[in-house]
């Protein structure tokens, strides 16, 4: 069994976003299935592709003009600051920390992330590109 089963839609409906979502997914299930060895590597991708993930999208909130962008960017900060706590004891050899943190922390929080301000602003990027095409 994998954390995020593929067949469930994910989609925000904007195509760079849903792409970088489907990496993040990818690395999230490969780390349920990793062994303590491994862990340690794929949670750094992971950090690493949030990071450059959130980068992403905070340009495009600065592009389009996101009126929540604030909010936005300062969720993006709070969760990577989260990671850095785990990464800090995944380095220091406690895996299952980390374990925990994937399991039961990441799912639920990227879920309610994507439903809520990753949509919105999916929604606001197309409102604004329907508006240049006018």
Do not use: C
């Amino acid at each position: 069994m994998t954390i995020f089963d593929r067949t469930i839609p994910l989609s925000v409906g904007y195509a760079h976003i849903d792409h970088n979502h489907g990496i993040f997914i990818d690395l999230v299930n490969q780390l349920d299935k990793a062994n303590n060895t491994d862990f340690p590597g794929l949670f750094a991708q992971l950090y690493q592709h949030t990071e450059e993930h959130f980068e992403s999208e905070n340009r495009l909130m600065a592009q389009f003009g996101f009126p929540a962008e604030t909010e936005h960017k300062g969720e993006h900060q709070r969760v990577l600051e989260e990671f850095k706590q785990f990464k800090t004891r995944i380095d220091k050899g406690l895996i299952s920390f980390g374990r925990a943190f994937v399991k039961e922390r990441l799912p639920q929080w990227f879920l309610l992330h994507i439903t809520t301000m990753d949509s919105a602003l999916a929604s606001h990027i197309k409102a604004q590109q329907e508006l240049q095409d006018e």
